[in-house]
């Protein structure tokens, strides 16, 4: 079962629509009463749903904003990772890697796991306890936040391989990228089942629409964003994305028309 498929299969909470339906939207904003029906789509009542909106606020996740709320804080930093995600934007490589290494002998477990996060969001990747490393494909200055954190604990390398013959099979050894490539090409399969239905307006694609989308969007934040050069071929990531496009199109075209009967 892949990752995608096991959090699907788990329980929605009111926590967990509120967050993916705002990290949708363009501004995060919604109505507190479309909030509320939206979580309804998945049979969570009102008053689930309105608690689930106050611990949000008081986790400092949402904002009261003139009836209705709009992500702040680490959610909103989110829906940046998720847009840059799904853009894929990258550099032209000239062959050389970036190496983050950790400096302090000892850190606590809180920095230990702040910079375990930080890499993750910067597709750092561990070649052992300490080591990070990725081509150096994408801009610098993306999440600042992230960025920060690893430079605080470690000092940063520009390196190249001694034989640059062997770049594609360290990718591979950093990256499940097999593994990735699978499971793209089954979420293009679950998309393309949906696609139809929500370009005719279907209403009932909304609720399986709403969790395909999650489940694509969680997978574009796993995509480790490589050099074509260190692909295996027939990468399915461009294509992931255009598919993604037309069926994001459509399923937001289903949406606003929900949205606006209610």
């Known amino acids: 079962m892949s990752q995608a498929q096991a959090a699907d299969e788990r329980p ?3 926590r967990s629509v509120i967050a993916s339906t705002l990290l949708g939207m363009k501004p995060p904003r919604l ?3 479309i909030l509320v029906r939206s979580c309804g789509l998945f049979g969570l ?3 689930t ?5 106050s611990r949000m606020v008081a986790a400092g996740e949402l904002t009261a904003d003139e009836g209705g709320y709009h992500l702040t804080g680490p959610l909103l930093d989110r829906q940046v990772r998720q847009d840059e995600s799904r853009r894929a934007r990258a550099e032209p490589w000239n062959g050389k890697w970036t190496l983050a290494v950790v400096m302090a002998e000892r850190r606590p477990a809180a920095a230990r796991n702040e910079l375990r996060e930080a890499a993750r969001q910067l597709r750092l990747a561990a070649l052992r306890e300490g080591v990070w490393l990725r081509p150096d494909n994408l801009a610098h200055d993306r999440l600042p936040v992230a960025r920060a954190t690893v430079e605080r604990q470690c ?8 034989e640059p013959g062997e770049q594609g099979e360290l990718a ?3 990256w499940d990228l097999d593994g990735w490539a699978v499971g793209a090409v089954a979420l293009r399969r679950r998309i ?9 307006g279907d209403l009932d694609a909304l609720a399986p629409g709403f969790l395909a989308s999650a489940a694509v969007l969680r997978h574009f934040q796993s995509d480790p964003l490589l050099p074509v050069e260190l692909l ?4 399915p990531g461009a294509a992931l994305r255009a598919d993604y496009d037309r069926y994001d199109a459509a399923f937001k075209r289903v949406w606003r028309s929900w949205y606006h009967a209610q």
Request: net charge negative; no cysteine.
């Open 172 to 174: 591979a050894s950093l």
């Open 31 to 33: 109505p507190t009463a």
């Open 155 to 162: 000092r940063l390398f520009s390196s190249e391989l001694v």
């Open 192 to 200: 393309g089942a949906l696609v139809d239905a929500l370009e005719s």
């Open 12 to 14: 929605l909470t009111a």
């Open 49 to 53: 749903t309105r608690v689930a909106i």
């Open 45 to 47: 009542n009102e008053g």
């Open 232 to 235: 295996p071929p027939d990468w």
